[in-house]
């Protein structure tokens, strides 16, 4: 997807169905650029025969008919925004039509014989960046909020899109830039060691960065699971009842039950709101040491969404373990987590124990009670029991109530470019404590200003908004 505008498509005026494909009660086709009204006049007839559309008001909505040669294609209504107060900062008419895909398509062909072109994907929100309507970040966050499927996501779109955290970025970025511009002209006084900037008040300056930062890198754990739906893992040995839990959780037979031990050959995933938050519950093949090569395959992938969940369910059979063959398992897998995952990661996993099948459970195992250090929770996923008890200890490990109060990142692009700026300011602050020359100091703060810039599109390529708006719908 090339971004690049030539001058003559920089101006050109773009058209596109912005309502999403197949036939509906109405659809909506969207122009924007400078020639929107001289090429819907052409096309457009209203029932008020003095009516001028060129002069019709802002936000106001008429009544007509889309003709071709005369002939009518549809009864419609013409919506119309006058710049600058319009989404691109062009002249904008919406035409509100029929749903049939066949009416879509003839006016869209109308419109581009009569002057406008096909607009790209995105095209519509790139020229609201382009026109500074908005900045980068909040450009990605409407295709973020147009794919929202919960209210959290919604409103972490919905705050990004208002600024966000990018204000913040935008106001650290100046201060950096003005003391940019002190030690740049240090460099032509260099020969007679001149001072400009003052270093103290730059130490100061990166430390408040560097805050700021770090705090946004690691908002982005909790940020991008709460975009994607937070992941957890329902682990356990074969036949403990992961699948039924599955089902449960869902409430739907999403998973095949079987008394067959090893039936799970691969990871099965679902989505389910609760509460407003949406959790991604992953089925694994069960933990056992076994010869078949299809198994373990399903084994092995067990072990990779345990190191990408951020919820792990480990399901055991009370009904059937006793307290050694539990204690076993704990520890198996507390060595595996042990060995296999990074601190960090660890510490940022909540492991609840679900203990399954109570309903055949005739005697607790003795010494239960002192052998969990981990949440417990006692189950019969067959009957449906205490399963709600799980749900409300889920809802509980995310910090629902706070979380609009908060700047989260949970754009991948963002976080990779605060993770470089950090790295970046780190380099400043080393060296200026450590009195290395000026110009590689300078080096490094334009480093650090360039991944700022690129989060609120300060800096950018055509490469980056291709990739960016390449992904947007058409007619967005």
């Known amino acids: 997807m090339n971004y690049l505008y030539s ?12 309502t999403a494909k197949g036939t509906g009660a109405i659809a909506i086709i969207r122009i924007s650029g400078a020639d929107a009204f001289k090429i819907c006049d052409k096309i457009f007839f209203p029932l008020n025969k003095k009516f001028i559309l060129s002069q019709a008001k802002s936000y106001t909505i008429h009544f007509g008919t889309i003709r071709k040669n005369n002939e009518i294609l549809d009864e419609v209504l013409l919506s119309i925004f006058k710049v600058p107060n319009t989404y691109t900062s062009e002249d904008i008419i919406e035409i509100s039509c029929h749903g049939s895909v066949f009416i879509q398509q003839k006016i869209l062909e109308l419109l581009i014989e009569n002057g406008a072109r096909l607009a790209k994907a995105g095209e519509f929100t790139l020229r609201a960046f382009l026109n500074g309507k908005f900045d980068l970040s909040q450009a990605e966050a409407v295709a973020d909020m147009i794919s929202s499927n919960s209210k959290t996501s919604h409103e972490l779109a919905l705050k990004q899109m208002r600024g966000g955290f990018s204000q913040k970025i935008k106001e650290l970025r100046k201060e950096l830039v003005d003391f940019t511009s002190l030690i740049e002209l240090e460099l032509d006084f260099s020969e007679e060691e001149v001072e400009f900037a003052d270093r103290k008040n730059l130490i100061k300056l990166l430390n408040r960065i560097k805050t700021e930062t770090s705090t946004l890198i690691e908002s982005f754990s909790l940020g991008n699971v709460l975009k994607h739906g937070i992941p957890v893992a329902i682990i356990g040995e074969p ?7 599955l089902n449960a959780l869902l409430n739907e037979d999403r998973a ?3 008394e067959i031990p090893g039936t799970t050959r691969d990871s099965i995933e679902d989505t389910i709101n609760l509460d407003n938050v949406n959790f991604r519950f992953i089925d694994t093949a069960g933990l056992r040491d076994s010869e078949d090569e299809i198994e373990n395959l399903g084994i092995e992938k067990t072990y990779d969404k345990i190191s990408q969940a951020r919820i792990i369910l480990f399901v055991i059979d009370i009904s059937k373990t006793t307290c050694d063959d539990i ?3 704990l520890k198996d897998f507390r060595n595996y987590i042990e060995n296999k995952l990074p601190e960090k990661i660890r510490e940022s996993k909540k492991f609840i124990i679900v203990a ?3 309903d ?3 005697e607790s195992p003795k010494g239960l009670k002192e052998l969990f250090d981990m949440e417990c929770i006692f189950v019969s996923a067959k009957r449906k029991q205490n399963v709600n008890l799980i749900i409300e200890s889920l809802l ?3 910090e629902i109530e706070n979380i609009t109060d908060r700047s989260l990142v949970s754009n991948t692009r963002h976080y990779e470019a605060l993770c470089k700026s950090f790295e970046s300011i780190e380099n400043v602050e080393k060296g200026i404590k450590t ?3 000026t110009d590689l100091v300078a080096i490094d703060i334009r480093t650090a200003l360039h991944h700022l810039g690129e989060i609120t599109g300060e800096i950018t390529t055509d490469e980056i908004l291709g990739n960016i708006f390449g992904k947007f719908c058409v007619g967005k």
């Open 356 to 358: 399954n099948k109570t």
């Open 239 to 245: 036949n403990v009842g992961k699948s039924t839990l």
């Open 7 to 18: 001058p003559n498509e920089k101006n050109d005026t773009i058209a596109a169905i912005s």
């Open 360 to 362: 055949l459970l005739i």
């Open 327 to 329: 204690e076993k398992s």
């Open 435 to 437: 009195n290395v020359p």
């Open 256 to 258: 095949i039950v079987s």
């Open 396 to 398: 509980k490990s995310v």
